[in-house]
């Protein structure tokens, strides 16, 4: 699954994006490289649905250009494991969950038909990774929202992907969920080299692994180290309310809003 060092992941070269006829963010250039853990950060209505959609192929730049791996947006999905913001809204609730990660290997085919006894080990191998063995013969409808988001991973990784991107994978779960799934999350990093990419709302529970962050800021989209993103005033800036960082009696960062 790792890249090779000399390849980034991704590469953003003056680039533009627009929807509908409007400019979302322009003039945006950054890199990121392959085996980060990174945030997309940004007020509700600053394009970060649009940059997911321009990474996936689905948007194209209005200008400049983006390419994944060293390919162009499209062409380098065989290499993104993508989960959606609504994936429960999205998944079929009566099959079991073994079969909602095969639909991520074989979902181009007319229904599941036969599989093969190496499909049959991808899945498994996938649902190992998430540690969700436990519940693979279960219906997605009888799972928590933690083991759903478990299984939505595996689906997305199912095909082994290099760049792992997930639209606010914590939103819907409780306290404990969240610090579980970011620990998978952390793991998949570390021991697969896949890149990971998240779009968050809050990104305390997941400041313990984070590398860095791409945050939208006056119509355009920057990437810094997360030292230089966890600031005040650049928050505060950013959402338009007072936010403080600061660190808890254990030495834990955090922030909180004044607002």
Not at 2 to 19: G, I, K, N, Q, Y
Not at 217 to 238: I, N, Q, R
Request: proline share 4%.
């Amino acid at each position: 699954m790792s890249a090779p060092e000399s390849v980034a992941a991704l590469t953003f070269e003056d680039v533009s994006a627009e929807r509908g006829g409007r400019l979302v963010w322009s003039e945006s250039t950054f890199s990121v490289d392959p085996g980060r853990f990174v945030a997309v950060i940004g007020p509700n209505g600053s394009g970060k649905t649009t940059l997911l959609h321009v990474i996936l192929g689905l948007v194209p730049p209005a200008s400049g250009t983006v390419r994944v791996f060293g390919r162009v947006p499209g062409a380098a999905n065989d290499e993104i494991g993508y989960v959606p913001q609504h994936y429960d809204a999205d998944a079929n609730e009566a099959i079991r969950a073994r079969d909602a990660v095969l639909l991520g290997l074989t979902g181009h085919r007319w229904g599941f038909g036969r599989t093969s006894a190496a499909e049959r080990r991808r899945v498994e191998e996938a649902l190992g990774w998430v540690d969700a063995l436990a519940v693979a013969d279960r219906r997605l409808s009888d799972l928590s929202g933690g083991q759903r988001q478990r299984i939505a991973l595996a689906a997305a990784l199912v095909a082994r992907p290099r760049l792992l991107i997930l639209d606010e994978p914590l939103a819907s779960l409780d306290v404990r969920s969240q610090h579980e799934i970011v620990g998978v999350l952390a793991r998949l990093k570390k021991e697969l080299g896949v890149t990971v990419l998240v779009v968050a709302h809050d990104l305390n529970p997941l400041l313990g692994v984070l590398d860095s962050a791409i945050y939208l800021l006056d119509g355009h989209a920057h990437h810094a180290p997360l030292d230089k993103v966890v600031d005040s005033e650049l928050l505060t800036h950013m959402y338009g309310t007072t936010i403080q960082v600061a660190y808890t009696l254990q030495g834990e960062l955090y922030m909180k809003s004044q607002g």
